[in-house]
C-alpha cells in the first residue's frame, strides 16, 4: 500500500460533523445495572457465560454472517455506511514519553504533532492531525497524559478526557497503546487500565499495541519478542488486544517507515472489517452525538458532567469489569459459586411474614 499524503480534511470540531449516527436503545448492560438485585452476580454470570450480553456475537443478517460488539448501538445499515465512509479514526494512548507524537507523526508521514525527548510530558492537549491512506480517510488523535493516576489532580472537571471524547467521536475505529520495545513498565500498566477506565473494559476489542524503538529488534521478529518475553503483563495485554501489535521505528528512513505504518493498518483494516466498518462507542459517544446542535462549549460541559457521573459510579462499573480483570478461571467460578450460594442463604433466611391467626 503506498501512502499518498494530503490533508483531506481539517481538524475535527468535536469530531461531531462526520458520520452523525443517533443513538439506538441503551445497551443491556446499562440497562441491567439499573437493576439492583442481579448487580453483585453480573459479572459472574456474565463470565461464567450465563449472560451473553458483553460477549461479541455473530449474528446472521440477511444470509451473512456479522460480528456485532455488545458496545455498538449500530445497527446492519450502520455497519455498511460506516464502511462505505471509508474513514478511520485512530486514537494514540499510552504513558508518557513512550513515543506518541512520533507515530503520529510516522501515520500522518510528516511532523504535525510535537514530539521530543523530555522528562516532563511534552503533549498537554489533545491534538488532531488528518491525512489519506490508500482508499481511507485517517484521522489520527494524539493525547496528553490522560491514563495515568495522575490525571485527577490535573484534569479535576474531566474538561480534557472530554475533548478526548469529542475529538474521537463517534469513537475511534483503533485505539494504538503505545509502548516501548523492552520497557513495558507499572506505568505502561497503568496506563492501559487507564484507557479502560476512561472508554470501558470493551475498548480492548479495538485495541492494537504499538511499540517504539523497532530498532531495538535489530530484525528479529517482534512476534517471537512477545512470544518469548518473560514479562508476563505485557504477553497478557498483548492476548487481551486479540494478538495485535507492530513496531515503530519512528527515526526510520521515509520508505521503511511507510512500510511500517502499512503493517499497522493492515491490522487496522483488519479490525474494521472484524467490527463490520463500525467504531468504538459507549454511552459517552452516544451522548455526543446527540449534542450535534450545541455550541462546542456546551457540548463539552455535557460530556466532562457525563463522565464526571461515570467516575463517581466507578466501583460499579469496575465490578463489571472484575471478571475480566486477570483472575483465574478457576478463581473466577469458585468466586461466583460463592456469591451465588450466599445469595440463596440469604434467601433462605429472610424472615418470613408471620402467620395470622384469626
Ligand atoms: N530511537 C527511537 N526514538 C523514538 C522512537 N519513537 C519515539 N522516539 C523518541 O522518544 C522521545 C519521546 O517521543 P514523543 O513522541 O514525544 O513521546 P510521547 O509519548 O508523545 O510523549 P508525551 O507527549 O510527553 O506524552 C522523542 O525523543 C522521540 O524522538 C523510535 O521508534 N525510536
Redesign the pocket.
Given at each position: 500500500m503506498g501512502q499518498q499524503e494530503s490533508d483531506c480534511r481539517n481538524t475535527n470540531s468535536f469530531g461531531l460533523s462526520s458520520g452523525q449516527i443517533c443513538p439506538l436503545s441503551p445497551l443491556a448492560r446499562e440497562r441491567l445495572f439499573t437493576q439492583p438485585l442481579p448487580l453483585l452476580f453480573l459479572p459472574c454470570w456474565c463470565q461464567m457465560g450465563l449472560n451473553t450480553v458483553t460477549c461479541r456475537k455473530q449474528v446472521i443478517m440477511g444470509g451473512r454472517k456479522m460480528p456485532r460488539d455488545e458496545e455498538n448501538a449500530y445497527g446492519f445499515q450502520e455497519f455498511r455506511s460506516a464502511l462505505q465512509e471509508r474513514r478511520l479514526r485512530l486514537l494514540l494512548a499510552?504513558r508518557?514519553?513512550?513515543?506518541?507524537?512520533?507515530?503520529g507523526n510516522s501515520i500522518l508521514q510528516r511532523k504535525h504533532f510535537l514530539?521530543?525527548?523530555?522528562t516532563t510530558?511534552?503533549?498537554r492537549a489533545c491534538a488532531t492531525g488528518s491525512c489519506c491512506w490508500a482508499s481511507w480517510d485517517v484521522e489520527v488523535l494524539?493525547t496528553?497524559?490522560l491514563f495515568s493516576p495522575e490525571v485527577a489532580q490535573a484534569d479535576p472537571g474531566f474538561k480534557e478526557r472530554g475533548r478526548c471524547y469529542l475529538l474521537s467521536a463517534p469513537g475511534p475505529h483503533a485505539v494504538l497503546l503505545?509502548t516501548q520495545l523492552g520497557r513495558f513498565t507499572a506505568q505502561d500498566l497503568q496506563a492501559w487500565r487507564g484507557v479502560k477506565a476512561l472508554f470501558g473494559a470493551g475498548i480492548a476489542a479495538h485495541a492494537v499495541v504499538v511499540f517504539?524503538?523497532?530498532?531495538d529488534l535489530d530484525g528479529g521478529s517482534l512476534q517471537q519478542y512477545v512470544r518469548d518475553t518473560d514479562n508476563r503483563a505485557l504477553r497478557e495485554l498483548v492476548a487481551e488486544c486479540g494478538g495485535r501489535c507492530c513496531a515503530?521505528?519512528?527515526?526510520a528512513a521515509d520508505g521503511e517507515r511507510e512500510a511500517q505504518v502499512g503493517e499497522l493498518m493492515g491490522l487496522v483494516e483488519e479490525l474494521v472489517r472484524d467490527h463490520g466498518g463500525a467504531p468504538y462507542t459507549n454511552d459517552v459517544y452516544r451522548l455526543a452525538q446527540t449534542l450535534g446542535g450545541l455550541s462546542p462549549e456546551e457540548r463539552l460541559r455535557r460530556v466532562a458532567e457525563r463522565l464526571a457521573a461515570r467516575a463517581r459510579t466507578w466501583p460499579l462499573a469496575g465490578l463489571w469489569r472484575w471478571p475480566k480483570a486477570g483472575l483465574g478461571t478457576r478463581c473466577k467460578l469458585g468466586l461466583a459459586a460463592l456469591l451465588g450460594a450466599l445469595f440463596l442463604l440469604y434467601l433462605l433466611c429472610r424472615r418470613r411474614p408471620e402467620a395470622v391467626t384469626v
Open positions: 499510552g508518557s514519553g513512550t513515543g506518541k507524537s512520533a507515530t514530539s521530543r525527548l523530555a510530558a511534552v503533549t494524539d496528553p497524559d503505545v517504539t524503538r523497532r530498532e515503530f521505528d519512528n527515526r
